[in-house]
């Protein structure tokens, strides 16, 4: 999904564009009557390089911060009027009718050691590294058109087999579409499309 190069700042407590980002970027296929939605926007750079594709582009987060500077970028490169930034707490903001044919995240995915540093929000998915990455699935899943993809980031380090379940409990094809092998860990972006004819499940 890369286009023109974006001017983006990350200000302090922001999680930065990583080998995750750009792995998750490049995996993303957007056309011009796509609707996107990007959970953990961040520093924006994902949800601006939609904005300059796509006719309908949200970013969110969960951190204020990040929101702030997300909007900061999305003016730096005057795109404030081609997306929507806010925060919330995953898809908990998103009205129960609105569908989306790209939903996108690079959630925490890395299991909790029991170490702490700033950057925890951004980067521990829970005891196993996955439970953020399910609840996402299933509040996405409620929110995909038909058709359309579902795009999650996933580790080696945590159960990748686990999230892949999860996506096919809620009615979604998965292919991973993209893989880098990093220094202590393989990541991977799963897509997730509704299959036709078949009615989603959600285990609440």
Request: charged share 20%; net charge neutral.
């Amino acid at each position: 999904m890369r286009d023109q190069p974006l001017d983006i700042v990350v200000n302090s407590g922001v999680y930065p564009p990583s080998e995750d980002t750009y792995l998750l970027l490049d995996a993303i296929v957007l056309v011009p009557s796509d609707t996107f939605i990007e959970v953990g926007c961040g520093s924006g750079l994902i949800t601006l390089t939609a904005a300059m594709i796509a006719k309908l582009v949200i970013g969110m987060d969960a951190s204020f911060e990040a929101v702030h500077n997300a909007m900061q970028n999305a003016r730096r490169n005057r795109l404030e009027h081609r997306c929507s930034i806010f925060q919330s707490d995953v898809l908990s903001a998103i009205n129960n009718s609105t569908r989306f044919s790209a939903i996108v995240f690079n959630p925490p995915y890395l299991p909790d050691d029991g170490l702490r540093s700033d950057f925890d929000h951004a980067l521990l998915g829970g005891a196993d590294g996955t439970e953020l990455t399910i609840r996402f699935v299933k509040q996405a899943a409620r929110h995909l058109a038909r058709p359309g993809a579902l795009y999650v980031v996933t580790s080696s380090l945590a159960n990748t087999e686990q999230v892949k379940a999860g996506m096919k409990r809620c009615g979604l094809a998965v292919r991973a579409v993209a893989k880098k092998a990093l220094f202590f860990e393989e990541i991977q972006v799963l897509r997730g499309i509704l299959e036709p004819q078949r009615k989603p499940f959600y285990d609440d």
